[in-house]
């Protein structure tokens, strides 16, 4: 048995059943992405799509049996995800686990499903819920010009299909670095499609990439993409902090003097200054991505304001030899808090590996190398 799957989902739907509707990105240009270079876009048939939604309940029917064999009454624990991965493979294990958080949450893949035709897009979505009840959820990724291009009518009728939320990448609400990045949009295209977006009641999370407009544009990246916030109000931002990879455009631009990248502590003073220029929002902040040094950063607007600028403010009140063992830390996953620098036995570990390092450029070095293997 087997369904196509693409590459990546957001953090957040890391317990979500993976259907793929499109391959790859039709843009592919972002100059920070190296997620599909080389690889073609094309939309999938509709009726192969279907045929994948009809592979994974045959496969949630057998996980079940087995379950019934084992005694368990068809529930699905941890030891029947990991026999039915064992015995029958990744596919098997990804659904076996998507049944044991519930089966409630689906991810329709790749880069741009909404490039699809709203009917067809809401005739997949209908189906899946009607072949599993259980699933509360479905979610997907979009651009925002083609997300804007959608008539109200048609994200209406995506929205009544059951699409619950768009994951955005917003990258940044300044136009300059949205063109310095190739990324084909513009500010106007994010708030065109913010607003109909949530008029049309799909809960919208957009990306945004702390480092992104480098040296050059640090402050513009964060008081505009405060800015847009402030116009469209979405129900989530999450942070993706910037790691330049090699295989890269942006990395040949940082080579070339082009593009400055900053620093850790810059980053985070970045985001400082996107926080507090934020006003008159309900938005939920979330920093789940591994890329992102202080990964506490999260709150719901404006009542956890002095919460989230607090947090900065620890980390930027540090002496340098405490940031550097935190930084560290962070990085090579022995921290996910300021908090977790308390325990002695880790501070002193990472304090080990830091002396081991000789030397502040080094340790920058490793920073950048460590942020490249988690993309
Ligand atoms: S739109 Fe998204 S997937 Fe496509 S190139 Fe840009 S960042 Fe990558």
């Known amino acids: 048995m087997y369904i196509e799957q693409g590459p990546i989902r957001p953090p957040s739907e890391a317990s979500s059943l993976l259907i793929r509707v499109t391959r790859n990105c039709p843009w592919n240009k972002c100059a920070f992405c190296a997620t599909y270079k080389g690889k073609k876009f094309s939309r999938r048939a509709l009726e192969e799509v279907m045929r994948d939604v009809d592979t994974v309940h045959d496969i949630a029917r057998q996980i079940k049996l087995l379950s019934f064999q084992r005694g368990y009454g068809g529930r699905v624990n941890d030891s029947v995800v990991r026999e039915a991965g064992a015995r029958y493979g990744h596919l098997h294990y990804h659904v076996a686990a998507w049944l044991y958080f519930g089966g409630k949450t689906v991810f329709l893949q790749d880069a741009n499903s909404l490039i699809l035709k709203a009917a067809d897009l809401a005739q997949i979505i209908k189906y899946i819920r009607k072949v599993f009840p259980s699933v509360e959820r479905v979610t997907t990724y979009a651009r925002a010009n083609t997300a804007a291009r959608k008539t109200e009518e048609e994200l209406q009728e995506l929205r009544e299909a059951g699409l619950s939320r768009i994951h955005m990448g917003m990258e940044s609400g300044c136009d300059a670095v949205l063109q310095v990045v190739q990324k084909g ?14 008029k049309a009641g799909i809960s919208l999370c957009w990306y945004i990439m702390p480092g992104l407009g480098g040296r050059e544009y640090s402050r513009e990246h964060a008081l505009d993409t405060a800015a847009l916030i402030n116009q469209v109000n979405p129900d989530y931002i999450r942070f993706r902090t910037l790691s330049v990879l090699e295989n890269t455009p942006l990395y040949e631009m940082m080579r070339s003097g082009r593009f400055t990248p900053l620093d850790e502590d810059e ?105 490249r293997q988690f993309v």
């Open 185 to 198: 949009i513009t500010a106007a295209d994010l708030l065109e499609a913010g607003r109909k977006i949530r």
């Open 267 to 371: 980053i985070v003073r970045e985001q400082r200054l996107l926080l507090e220029s934020l006003q008159g929002v309900t938005t939920t902040v979330v920093s789940d991505h591994i890329l992102n040094l202080l990964q506490e950063l999260e709150g719901t607007l404006p009542g956890d304001r002095d919460k989230l600028l607090g947090i900065i403010d620890r980390y930027l009140a540090l002496p340098p030899g405490e940031k550097a063992n935190y930084q560290l830390g962070r990085r090579a996953g022995i921290y996910s808090s300021l908090d977790d620098m308390r325990d002695p036995g880790r501070y002193s570990y990472v304090q080990r590996l830091l002396s081991s390092m000789g030397g502040p450029e080094n340790l920058q070095r490793e920073l950048a190398r460590i942020r």
